[in-house]
């Protein structure tokens, strides 16, 4: 049996991990925007844009901050567009 302790305690669990997952991914639809910005689109750019939103998001609520932090320092090295 589950105490009512545990259920919450899981449950804020699943709610960060789906917190981190969409934060990850809206980084990660971000990170596959730059090359539109850059040039004209790729007949399956979205089918990429999805999929590394998908594996940003997924790396981002397995490994966490950490993962965030890292790709947020990729995309600040990068030169404004201008």
Same mark, same amino acid.
């Given at each position: 049996m589950t105490?009512?302790?545990g259920d919450i305690t899981s449950r804020s669990?699943?709610?960060g991990l789906a917190y981190r997952f969409f934060w990850g991914a809206i980084v990660g639809l971000g990170f596959s925007l730059?090359?539109?910005?850059i040039s004209m689109p790729m007949a399956n750019f979205w089918? *990429? /844009?999805?999929a590394l939103a998908v594996v940003c998001g997924?790396?981002?609520a397995?490994?966490?901050?950490?993962?965030?932090?890292a790709l947020m320092?990729?995309?600040e090295s990068f030169?404004? *567009? /201008?």
């Open positions: 105490t009512p302790d669990m699943l709610v730059i090359p539109l910005a089918a *990429i /844009a999805a997924t790396l981002s397995l490994i966490g901050k950490q993962f965030l932090s320092n990729v995309l030169p404004p *567009i /201008a």
